[in-house]
Structures are given as C-alpha cells and as structure tokens.
C-alpha cells in the first residue's frame, strides 16, 4: 500500500537528482520516507536521496519497492505548478501508480523492480577533508573547468587551510581557491582526487545555487556531497569514483 | 478597397489562430470586418475566423477576397510592439498589400485567391452535449494525452453530468473528469468521439489560458471549439473531424 | 606589462562588438586603454573599438600587443555576474593572460600576434551625409529588410531631407523613411549605397537599441557607424564597404 500527497516543487527536485544519473531507479517505500539508492551504468556516479514523510502533505505505506521510468515521472510532475499538490497511490491490483493532479489522473505502468539495476551500497569512506560550501562555488568550480577540460582535481591545502580546484587544459587551465572564509566550513586533511567533469556536470544540474554542499574528499579517494532539499525533509548524498591521476 | 489600422496584438492573434492549420489563407474583406476560412490540406481541421470592424482602430473596404501568406504576415505583424498600430492598405493597381509600422512600409505580395485551396463550410450540427470550459483545461487534457497516445476520446457522462478525457497509451493511461464545479457551464447529452492529437495540439495552441471556450461534442461526429479574440470583437470557431474508433 | 579591472559587463559588451566580424584579434594596449582593430576575412566589414582607461577601475600597462581568441574570452567573462570584477593581468614570462573573477583564476593562451590577420586602416572618407539615430531603428530597418533580401540601399534624398532604407526582394520590399523628427540629428547631401545584410545583421546584434548612432554615407562609399559603449568611456566604429548596384 502506498498513498501519499507531495507538492510538485518538491517530487520534482527530488527526481531531478536522480534522474541525472539513470534513467530508472526502483523507489523503496519506507515507513518514515521514500528513498532512492542507484549508480549510473558506468558504476562511477552514485545518488543516494531520502525524501522523508514529513516532506509529504500526506504519506502512507506499508512498504514495498517500485520501479519506475524517472523521466515520465518528471514529466507527469512537470503538468502540475510548482506548488500544486501531486496525490501518487499505488494501485495493488494492477501494479500501476495512480498519479492524480487537479483532477487529472495519469495511470503510469511500473517497472519490474527485479529489472532495474542492483542499488549499490554507498560505503563509510574516512575522508580526512569536509568543505561546506555554497551551491553556486560547486557551479562556478565545474562551469568554469568545463571550458579547459574534460577532468578536474579536487583538493585541500591543509597546510593553508585551503579547498582548491585545479583543472588543466591544452592550452588553458582554471584555478580556484577558496579559503576559511570564503567556506561555511572547512576541516582540513590531505586531500587531492582527480574526477571525470561528465559527471561532475550532471550533479552540479541537480545542487541548487543556494544549497549548503558538505564535501568529503580524500586522497584519490572518492568524494561524497550532500546537501539537503524540500527545506530540510529530505536530504541527497552524491558519490563520485575518482579517475586515475595521469600526471 | 481596403484600408485598415489594426494593433499589432489583435492582428497576430487573429492570424495565429489560422496558421496552426494552413500556411495560406483567403481573407474577405466583409462590411462588418475580415472573415477567414480555412480547411487543412487532410480535410480533418478547419477554422472559421471572423474580426469584427469593431477590432480595428479603423476599417474601410468596398468588398473583396485577397490571398496571403501567413507566416509571412505573422513576420512582419511580428516586428511591432504588441500595443504598435498596423496600416494595412490595398494597393489596387499592383495588387499588392501595403503594410505600414511607424514609418516602416512592407509591400507584400498577395497569393492569386484562386490558387488557395477552397474555403470549407462549416457545417451546423446538433451535437448533444455543450461543455463551456476554461482554455487551461483544454491545454492540460491535451498535453497530458499527448504523453501517452497520439488520440484522445472526447465524452460527456449524461448521467453523472461530466465532461471527460481518456487518452489510452501502450502502457499509461491519461484521464481528466471536470464536472460541473469546474466547468463554466455544461449541456449534458450522450457524447463520445475519438479525435487526432496532432490537431488538437495545434489547435490547443491559439487558445489562450484565460479563454472561456465553448465545445460542442456529440457521438462520433466532428466536434467544434469556440472562443473570442480581440477582447470579444473576434471569434474563432475549431472544428475537428472524428477518427475511427478502434476499439 | 598589462594589469587591469573592469567590471564584466564592459568587458563583454567591447568584445562583443568585435566579435561579430572575427574570431582573433589583437589588443593594443596603450597607456590611454585598450584599442582594438580588426576586419573580416572577406575585407568587407571592420570594427575600431577603443575603450578608455577610465573606463577601468584600474589599468596601468607599459604598451604592448597580445593576441586573444574571442569567443574563449568571451566565455570567460561571461562566467562572472554583470557587475563583478574581472582582473586582467598579462604573465610577462609565460605569455599567457591570468584572469581573476572573485577567487576563480583563468589562465589563457594568447595567440602570437603576427599569425593573426593585419589590423586594417580605417581610411578617412568625405561623406555627403551623416545621420544620427537610435540603434532601435537600425534594428528595425536591418531586420526588416532581411525578411525580403540579402542587401539593402541606404541613402538620403537632400531635397526632402530625410533617410532611407530600401530592400528589394524577388515579391516584397521593405522601405523606411526617417525625416528630421524621426532622427536625432541629419546632415544631409547625396548619398545612396546598397550593403551585404549579412554583415549588417551581424553588426546590429552589437548595437544597443538605446544607443546614438552617429552614420557616414555617400555615394556607392562604404558606410560608418559610430556608437558609445561603456557609458561613454569607449567608443565602435564599423566600417561596411558598398556593394556593386545591381539594378
């Protein structure tokens, strides 16, 4: 069983962060909260998002897991106005989630759950280096490494006391430094990885400008970003394997 | 004889609403205003435009019927401002249409009526159902079954007294009802016909949100849209040929 | 030796007026500012732009030229908001140009400049007319004669003391008569040449609608258009050369 009630701003965020990395997830109905666990087809992108049920008008379920095509899902939300209520409501007879919009019902054919990807465990990694930073530095870091390069290296001075970004290109190279106070917070510890700007990219489409990001990054290790949505109901973790260091 | 002066707003909507349909159009020059008909190269849609005297700053015409080019006509309407005026003058000798913004003049070519496809009849029917309903509602049933089907079955529910729209795709199903809180008005009588997304989309397009738009459906047979322009001195009537039902 | 800031928004708007002609250019750097001066690959169209050192929040150079790929640089400014600051710092040693935007450093290669097309002499002419006028009406007559041509007549008729534009096409003309109250300001003597709207189109896109464009025109001469950027502080000169009268 399942029947819950969430506005369209907040189903839509939660998806769009999925959706960045695969294009079907399984959701698994917890008592306190939806969650999501899926790695990208490559398994070096993964997304871990809780959207709890206090992030819902209305939330019910006596759990379950259920597959679903995330981008016919965004589209389904993307009907309603950002604060128009979505009502979902799992039909157990038929299998197919009843998704209701002011009076429009969308019928939307579930998944084999057995079908989609294994969820992969996102590991207890101790990083020596957590930054907190704001969205927008995640955006300016990425958008401008975009431009020189296809990689870019992560990392902390903890002899500074500095994060850094580092990407170096043919001709061109971008750097950014951003100390104590340019952070919300900084502990740190020897830390450098190089990481693919691909996915990189497609995380940064999902980190609002306005997020506060913690960051734990170590020594060609991968780094972890979380940062909440739906004021605070719910909350995603982005893991990242690093690339090999050619240099 | 013509001789009009029109603002650029009411006469791109005027035209808009045409050229979802054809690319070419007959316009008869009428006493009381400008009357268009048109009918799809497939004979599935038409429209019937009239724009009243009314509509326009001012309007004199001896009669006549011109031939034009309508994306043509929406480029140059397209360069004024929306409250700009628009001069449009018959120039006899060289059957040409002199379009006059500000001080910019644009002579267009005019089409031989002759080479323009014939003008339909829309024919009167007595469809048992009349269902008055806002322009948003007719843009969320079709964008919605334009998700999952490329047709969408029209109805009434006599007995319930609703209005209804099923789009059945290979795995989701769309469904609206609208009873008679959320219409604006409603003449209930058995109702159901089947009808081509394709054109509804496109007709769906020249009908803006806040229109009030009455339809009239009746039991597979063609159903018509009506909705004014031009703050009531314009009107426009869709009609939309049923398909086959094939279930 | 090259140090400077200025905010994003000058910075954008000088390389934007050059970079519609070419893609490379050399920067001149003088102690009163930045000239820059260029011509297409075709010989046809040249831009002279020079914005002030007070156009600077700061500037101080030694002279010198580098060469710089527009578009990249382009980029890079446009990464920062409107209102930021860029720093502009030339690296004696590797010859590269180290771009700073809040803590976001660039380093760019510069292009040799001898390998970049020779910067043109924008000859003196003797020309009948001038004109000035709102960029708007450029745009209006540009755009409006692109919809009927791929050139355009620019002239003034002395004896009625106003400016015109005329585009032939093979069914539609487009013409544009601006007299003494249409204009800011008219000088006026014979003067009629036709232009290319492809380097036309290109160098409107630079011109803002609330610019004072001052225009030079003669008889089959090239034309000039002068504008302000910066609020005053730099100025853009293009130069278009006439093509051949067809008719």
Do not use: W
């Not at 971008?174 to 990885?193: M, N, Q, Y």
């Amino acid at each position: 069983m399942f029947n819950a009630i969430v506005s369209a701003d907040t189903l839509g965020t939660a998806l769009d962060s999925v959706s960045v990395l695969v294009e079907e997830c399984k959701l698994r109905l917890e008592d306190d909260g939806l969650e999501i666990r899926a790695v990208d087809p490559a398994n070096v992108g993964m997304v871990d998002l809780t959207l709890s049920a206090a992030a819902f008008e209305s939330y019910e379920t006596d759990g379950g897991v259920i597959g679903v095509n995330l981008s016919r899902l965004q589209d389904i939300a993307g009907m309603a106005d950002s604060d128009q209520l979505i009502h979902l409501e799992l039909d157990e007879e038929t299998r197919k989630l009843e998704i209701a919009i002011d009076g429009l019902e969308y019928t939307l054919a579930l998944i084999d759950p057995d079908s989609i990807r294994q969820e992969p465990d996102l590991p207890d990694l101790d990083l020596a280096s957590e930054i907190v930073l704001e969205g927008r530095d995640v955006d300016r870091a990425v958008t401008a490494s975009d431009m020189v390069s296809d990689h870019v290296a992560l990392g902390v001075d903890d002899t500074d006391e500095l994060f850094y970004v580092d990407a170096e290109g043919d001709t061109d190279d971008v750097h950014l430094e951003l100390g104590r106070e340019d952070l919300i917070d900084l502990t740190a510890g020897p830390a450098r990885s190089l990481f693919s700007l691909d996915y990189l990219k497609d995380m940064n489409k999902a980190i609002p400008n306005d997020a506060e990001v913690r960051m734990e990054l170590g020594e060609e290790f991968p780094v972890k970003m979380h940062f909440d949505i739906a004021e605070g109901q719910g909350s995603v973790t982005y893991m990242l394997a690093p690339r090999v260091q050619s240099d």
